[in-house]
Nanobody, 124 residues
Framework: QVQLGEFGGGLVQAGGSLRLSCVFS????????VAWFRQPPGLERAFVAA????????YYAGSVNDRFTISRENNKNTAYLQMNNLKLEDTAVYYC?????????????????WGQGTQVTVAS
């Protein structure tokens, strides 16, 4: 049974940085692609970034490109989202998701497993 847990959310000033972690419990983590999505208050969940299982291929939403970096350490069963130069509009609950078929996709429907989310609040 696969489980995902997100860590590292919190309150940060605009222009600051945070690193989120997504810890994977289960087998064969390196065969899963991992993505981050976020849901701002009152809005729908949106794609942020995704990374392949072992090739390192990644894909970003335009709104975070050049500010956010997705990475992973397969030997630690963990994926990360490094967020720099945070803006007020980055405030959201951030979710990690994993796809057993290894697709690098921006569509939430392609992911089998989801974490519970972690709150990121950016203050002025």
């Amino acid at each position: 049974q696969v489980q995902l847990g997100e860590f590292g959310g919190g309150l940060v000033q605009a222009g600051g940085s945070l690193r989120l972690s997504c810890v994977f419990s289960g087998r064969a983590f390196s065969s899963y692609s991992v993505a981050w999505f976020r849901q701002p208050p009152g809005l729908e969940r949106a794609f942020v970034a995704a990374i392949a299982g072992s090739s390192g291929v990644s894909y970003y939403a335009g709104s975070v490109n050049d500010r956010f970096t997705i990475s992973r350490e397969n030997n630690k069963n963990t994926a990360y989202l490094q967020m720099n130069n945070l803006k007020l509009e980055d405030t959201a609950v951030y979710y990690c998701a994993a796809d057993s078929r290894g697709r690098v996709s921006g569509s939430g429907g392609d992911y089998d497993y989801w974490g519970q989310g972690t709150q990121v609040t950016v203050a002025s």
